[in-house]
């Protein structure tokens, strides 16, 4: 089985800069997601990392350790369209490969 | 381009009635994917197809959930007979499954069936 951690609340100021933080826990490592869902919507695919190491793309970055099994979602110069949950999650190599078990998300709130 | 289409969006109904979701995934994609999502639970994989092939159905609750791909367009999540515990959100999800390498797979979600059983 999989066991994903991540905070339930963060707040932040406008302008500024948010790291979500997720550990798992897994038997078969084969990619780790980030998601963002606003209230009412579908998840919608951020980033990916299977490798470890920082992968940056525009204003949102996500990093990768597998020996710690951690992971963060960096989001640079917040805006208040960025208030939404973040969903961390873990793909399985069992089950045919392409298993995603999710994170209970962060819910993250952009200030003025 | 059409995304993954889900109907009904919204869904009120009576303990004890038959419900059934409906799910299109996006055209060319050939893995499927029902989850749940509830404040409780979070989003949770219920089961998912392979070329239209159940892969994974340990996510489903019980006996009165039950989930159909006839063909590589469609999918249905039928539970029968449906109970309040059942209220939450259904999301289904497709992903264009390459040829086996680790990739990015990345899964496209629906906007989700709102269920509320009364």
């Known amino acids: 089985g999989q066991n994903i951690d991540q905070p339930t609340e963060m707040t932040a100021t406008e302008g500024a800069i948010v790291q979500i933080n997720c550990t798992y826990q897994?038997?078969?490592?084969?990619?780790l997601f980030w998601y963002q869902q606003h209230a009412g919507e579908a998840p919608t695919f951020l980033s990916y990392?299977?490798?470890?190491g920082l992968e940056e793309k525009g204003r949102f970055s996500s990093f990768l350790s597998r020996s710690k099994g951690y992971s963060y979602l960096l989001l640079k110069e917040l805006q208040m369209k960025d208030s939404a949950s973040y969903l961390c999650?873990?793909?399985?190599?069992?089950?045919?490969?392409?298993?995603?078990?999710f994170g209970t998300g962060t819910q993250l709130k952009v200030e003025l | 381009d059409a995304g993954v289409i889900q109907s009904p969006r919204h869904e009120v109904t009576e303990m004890g009635q038959e419900v059934t979701l409906r799910c299109k995934p996006i055209?060319?994609?050939?893995?499927l994917f029902w989850y749940r999502q509830t404040m409780m639970r979070g989003l949770e994989l219920l089961i998912y197809f392979n070329n239209n092939v159940p892969i994974d159905d340990s996510g489903m609750p019980e006996d009165r959930f039950s989930a159909k791909m006839p063909n590589a367009s469609f999918s249905t999540l039928k539970i029968q007979p449906s109970e309040p515990r059942d209220s939450a959100v259904y999301f289904c999800?497709?992903?264009?499954?390459?040829?086996?390498?680790?990739?990015?797979?990345?899964?496209?979600f629906g906007p989700g069936t709102r269920l509320t059983v009364l």
């Open positions: 999650a873990v793909r399985d190599r069992g089950g045919g490969g392409n298993k995603l078990t």
């Open positions: 055209s060319g994609h050939n893995s």
């Open positions: 990392n299977v490798l470890d």
């Open positions: 999800a497709s992903t264009p499954r390459t040829s086996g390498r680790a990739s990015t797979d990345t899964q496209y």
């Open positions: 897994t038997s078969g490592f084969n990619g």
